[in-house]
């Protein structure tokens, strides 16, 4: 037989109650298997305090090629940053 | 180095001028710095090129656990066993972060471990020596781990950002596995004469082969000129030898121990040391698997391979029973 196991993406919430973060991927045979190979391989050093893991094929992902169109609208946009309204010093901060 | 002599396909390096507008882009983005992330275009041969150079990378640090394990069931206390299978254990990570990173491009895992397994794919030249001491795992920790530091601290701002980003999380575990090699040494060097001249045995044994582990002058090789148009090398391999030798020749002396090179000594001028050439018909022979242990260290490898075959198997047979169960049966 010998299939090779399926690829999973490995997400791990750090110390300080951030977001999880992805830090990489690696094979095992289903989810249980997966989040304890991913304990061994990316939190040897208590770099986390939870784990998520998915089927890399489960992952939908944008196109490289779509980099223009779908990201584009956002830069004519800058009135969304604050830095684009001058205050006045006298008003102090805001 | 972890991967040594690596070749590219290319017979010169293209200018600008002379690249498709496709592949000009691409090349000026990494001359800007960018990242090259996986399903973005590349020429084929950067990404043949990555991945020689990855997995070459990962299978080093899979088969350099062989030599270091040898010492795990007889390291001298238990903290120092402790120790070095933690350090045994973080290179196996290291394999996995590099054979995923290499993944990325295309390459399964099971093909990369078959052509280790056929002696199709190298791996250093260095874990063909033998561990024949407790103080050589002192020497392999400051030597050998040592050098490899000084090419992926610069690997971790390479072109291609899962290599990048595996480097980041390697520099992070490496400075331990040396530090924890010289204080092997330290205690055997202030212990009894008979421990000091084990030391001394494995310097002299391990310091050619380190010097090596750079690979041969590559200043007029084309491959060496394309990897570092690409940003996936940094460094010629005579500097990257030059900085080692010149941060590793005072440790020596603090350790009270004698660097087995008639030739070494201090060059005010280019304020660095000059040294000997290491023997290159020693280092080809080992690249084309005459060395002292290829042999051995291929044959763990296919054993453990062939052995793990029945557990693999049967991971795999277990989670296809349990999703059949999960999964209400289709109607038929
Ligand atoms: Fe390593
Ligand atoms: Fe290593
Ligand atoms: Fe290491």
Redesign the pocket.
Known sequence: MTTEWPLWEVFIRGQHGLNHRHVGSLHAPDAKMAIHNARDVYTRRNEGVSIWVVRSSDVVASAPSDKGPLFDPANSKVYRHPTFFDVPDEVGHM | MYAQMVKTDAARVKSLDEMEPVERAFQERIDAGQKIEPKEWMPEGYRKTLIRQISQHAHS?IV?QLPEGNWITRAPTLERKAILLAKVQD?AG?GLYLYCAAETLGISRDEMYGQLHSGKAKYSSIFNYPTLSWADIGAVGWL??GA?IMNQVPLQRCSYGPYARAMVRICKEESF?QRQGFDILTVLCKGSPEQKAMAQDALNRWWWPSLMMFGPSDDASVHSAQSMAWNIKQDSNDELRQKFVDQTVPQAKFLGLTVPDPELKWNDEKGGHDFGEPDWTEFFEVIAGNGPCNRERLEARRKAWDDGAWFRDGLTAHAEKHAARKTPAAAV
């Open positions: 640090e350099g290179e290291h050998v781990d490899a596995h």
